[in-house]
Each structure stands twice: as structure tokens, then as C-alpha cells.
């Protein structure tokens, strides 16, 4: 039986993160998912969101975008868009970014079905926005 979980955040541009924790709280499609060692194996979508990495009192946070969990009984894989840790978010950047995106959906999009492909863009980088500013509190 472990004691720790080994946790990899992957994203298209290579491995973000590898580390030992003792838990993981991670966005999942329909909400959070905690995960201990001896979880029961798993894989779901993940949404764009927050995960904290807790080892002892120790807690480490990252914004990832869209992807997949993959669960084992000592492991978590997050197969992600992208993930940044709290400490290296530009405050400013994110805050322009979620501007950018709710101008794009007020104005240029607003005649639009909600299910239109652009719409779906601009909502989902304020969704990304949103997380990275909640993250880098």
C-alpha cells in the first residue's frame, strides 16, 4: 500500500509537473475530484479549473485547461491543454485576457447561437482567464 500519490501534469508542449503528494483535488467534467492513495482506478474529462496538490501542510496550486484524468491506485496522469503553477501567472495578462474575451462575447458575438464555434472560443478563454486570475489569488 502507498502512501503517496505520484502525480504527472502532461500538456501538449511536455511534462509540466512530476512529483510525490498525498492528495490531489482536481477539476473534473461534472465537478471536483479528490483523489488519496488506494483510489479505485478512473478516467474522465477534466474541465478547465484548479488543482491543488497537498503534501503534508504544504499545498501547491496550478490553472490547467481542458483534458483527461487518469486515475490509479498510486497515481494521477492530467492530460491537459496547458497548466501553470499560481506563482507564474501574470495577474495583468489574465486580467486583459478575460477583458478581451467578454468584449468578444458581448459585442462581436452576441448574434450568435450559443453553440457556434466562435462562442464556444471566447467562452471557453474566459473560462481559462477566470481560472488563471481564481489560481494566482
Not at 482536481?26 to 474529462?45: D, K, N, R, S, Y
Not at 501574470?90 to 462575447?105: F, N, P
Not at 450568435?112 to 478563454?125: E, G, K, T
Request: proline residues 4%; negative net charge; contains cysteine.
Amino acid at each position: 500500500m502507498s502512501e503517496k500519490l505520484h502525480v504527472q501534469i502532461i500538456t501538449p508542449y511536455g511534462e509540466t509537473l512530476s512529483t510525490e503528494v498525498d492528495s490531489v483535488t482536481c477539476p473534473g467534467f461534472e465537478g471536483e475530484i479528490g483523489v488519496l492513495p488506494e483510489h479505485l482506478p478512473l478516467l474522465t474529462q477534466s474541465s478547465i479549473g484548479r488543482v491543488e496538490l497537498t503534501d503534508g501542510s504544504q499545498t501547491t496550486v496550478y490553472s490547467v485547461g481542458r483534458g483527461f484524468i487518469h486515475v490509479g491506485p498510486d497515481e494521477v496522469l492530467l492530460l491537459v491543454e496547458g497548466a501553470e503553477k499560481a506563482e507564474d501567472i501574470d495577474k495583468g495578462r489574465a486580467q486583459e485576457s478575460l477583458k478581451r474575451a467578454e468584449e468578444r462575447l458581448s459585442k462581436n458575438l452576441a448574434d450568435l447561437a450559443w453553440d457556434h464555434p466562435d462562442v464556444q472560443r471566447a467562452l471557453n478563454s474566459k473560462r481559462r482567464a477566470e481560472s488563471r486570475l481564481d489560481v494566482a489569488k
